[in-house]
């Protein structure tokens, strides 16, 4: 990775700061999406299964209306680096007090609203990094993958201020996965000024950015592109939403102080995966055969859920996570940026990201959370039942994408 930071031709300073933004922008998401639900779900809170889907959905919904806001002020009006920064500190200060609620209407309100103000940043980050970029196939999965490394460190910061707080109880916080979301936020926030100045295309001849990206939608196989994508994102949430209540469960029986650090297997895959192999196989097969790979990893993994035992294996099977998310959504962020016109470079991204963080993860944390209700009896959750549901759509979308997807423009 240092290697490819200090590649010929590149602005390293400019790639540092890039990934340290990168790095920030996912312990941020990090610190609170893999294991808020177990949180949620537990004794103190006692939220049900339902209202747990509904708050994973609100990510996703604010990714629904608020990135073409973000993706026209950062093409047409304001650098993008100042807009990601006032976004940040914003949402960080809202972590830290949501930290401290309890009450189901006020947390899911709140959580609304800070949604509305990070959900930019989701598209927002990839934008300014492959704008400062001079080869994304090559250089994006590099940048990109301090992101991963983010998500994991905050896990493990998590997981090792829950094992010192056993010892030292006075410094736990119940809230304290999103507290540590809010701290990364803020820090984010004021790294966000050094960041590579990014100024927008005022001299566009369209002054809505996100109605050219729009347009987008009539070529055939970005339809196909957008359609599949939408899907598999409904089956991430399955991961998201459901993976640490069914590690912690009586079926696997991975502790809640453990759990944190035990999910971050999935993103020591993806370094190796971003880092290593996705340049490799873009390269040798294509934007089309690399995300058909990475859809065909999801049934795969989710036929060990489905299985439960033995539970090494469940846990080793996490690593999968790797190449279900590099091979396909992060191929997808490529695909678009090699397709978009430059200067609606960021409100194309935000159009993929509305159909992928937003729809797709919105229907997916809703769908999750019922299909686990409808699996549920007396308290007791058929996790066999609940995965056999990701695993049929995830392989009809795999033989959909390889029947009708060509990627000739890219």
């Known amino acids: ?26 312990a941020i998401w990090g610190a609170w999406a893999p294991v808020l639900s177990a949180y949620l779900m537990s004794p103190e809170m006692g939220f049900s299964g339902t209202q747990v889907g509904f708050i994973y959905s609100l990510l996703p919904l604010a990714t629904i209306i608020s990135p073409f806001i973000g993706g026209q002020v950062a093409d047409r009006y ?19 007090y949501m930290s401290f609620i309890t009450d189901y209407s006020t947390l899911a309100w709140l959580m609304f609203i800070y949604c509305i103000f990070y959900a930019p940043t989701l598209a927002l980050t990839n934008s300014i990094a492959f704008i400062n970029l001079k080869d994304s196939e090559k250089e994006f999965g590099v940048i990109r993958v301090w992101g991963t490394i983010g998500w994991i460190a905050a896990g493990v910061i998590l997981a090792g201020w829950r094992t010192i707080g056993n010892s030292i109880p006075w410094i736990l ?45 009539k070529d055939k196989n970005f339809l196909i592109f957008a ?22 469960s009586d079926k696997i029986g991975v502790s809640s102080s453990a759990v944190s650090g035990v999910m971050v297997i999935a993103q ?29 990893a999801w049934p795969i993994r989710y036929i060990i859920f489905s299985f439960g035992y033995p539970a090494w294996l469940v846990i080793a099977s996490l690593a999968l996570h790797g190449f279900c ?10 695909y678009v940026d090699k397709i978009a016109p ?10 993929i990201a509305i159909v992928i963080l ?21 308290g007791v959750t058929n996790w066999t039942g609940v995965f056999i549901i990701p695993t049929i759509l995830t392989i009809l979308c795999a033989v959909f994408f390889m029947l009708f997807f060509r990627d000739e423009k890219a």
């Open 1 to 26: 990775m240092v290697e490819a930071l200090k590649a010929p031709g590149s602005n390293l300073a400019a790639k540092i700061h890039l990934s340290i933004m990168m790095f920030l922008q996912y």
């Open 78 to 96: 304001f650098p993008t680096q100042y807009v990601l920064m006032v976004l940040q500190l914003v949402g960080g200060g809202m972590l830290i």
């Open 173 to 217: 916080l119940s809230g304290d996965t999103l507290f540590l979301a809010g701290i990364f936020s803020i820090i984010m926030g004021f790294a966000s000024y050094k960041l590579p100045h990014t100024p927008p295309k005022k001299e566009a001849s369209n002054p809505f950015a996100f109605l050219e990206a729009f347009q987008m939608l």
């Open 227 to 248: 359609i599949i994508s939408f899907v598999v994102a409904t089956e991430l949430q399955f991961y998201y939403v459901l993976t640490a209540p069914f590690l912690t």
């Open 268 to 296: 020591v895959a993806e370094i190796f995966v971003m880092a290593v192999l996705l340049p490799i196989i873009i390269k040798k097969y294509g934007i089309r055969k690399t995300m058909v790979y990475g859809i065909l």
């Open 325 to 334: 998310y590099v091979f396909f959504f992060v191929a997808a962020y490529i």
């Open 342 to 351: 430059q200067d609606i470079r960021a409100s194309a991204q935000s159009l």
């Open 358 to 378: 937003g729809f797709g993860n919105f229907v997916g944390s809703i769908f999750s959370g019922w299909i686990q209700k409808i699996f549920t009896l007396d």
